[in-house]
């Protein structure tokens, strides 16, 4: 018999690699999900956003309110690399948060490996 598709409400507890990415979606905790997302350290954020710049400013306080628990932030910006706002970048930095920007292939796999490594990493995921 198959296993029923896990649904959640668009936030999931808990830190979780990313499986698989493409088609306009992500795969983590044996779910997909369609859409961008935001993981931290509390868990894991739908974001309703198709670039870096439709971003709210919502979903960029709940980063800055898990500042103390961020060691590094990555940012998938999707298929090209993009550069954040420099507005942005100022409160990320005055929030005591490194951050770097790359393609989210590259993100997710570097937000994988500092996973597992058990380093206080999070990411912004750009869907692709």
Partial sequence: MAKPEARYDGFLPGRHPVTAYG???FRFAEMSHRGSLLLLPSGVRAVDAAGVGD???ASWEAVIAE???IELLLVGTGRDIAPLPAPLRERLA???IRFEAMQTGAAIRTYNVLLA???QVAALLIVV
Wanted: charged share 35%.
């Fill in 117 to 119: 490594e058990d380093r």
């Fill in 23 to 25: 088609d306009g979606g």
């Fill in 94 to 96: 005055t929030a005591g």
């Fill in 55 to 57: 971003v709210t400013a």
């Fill in 67 to 69: 500042a103390d628990a």
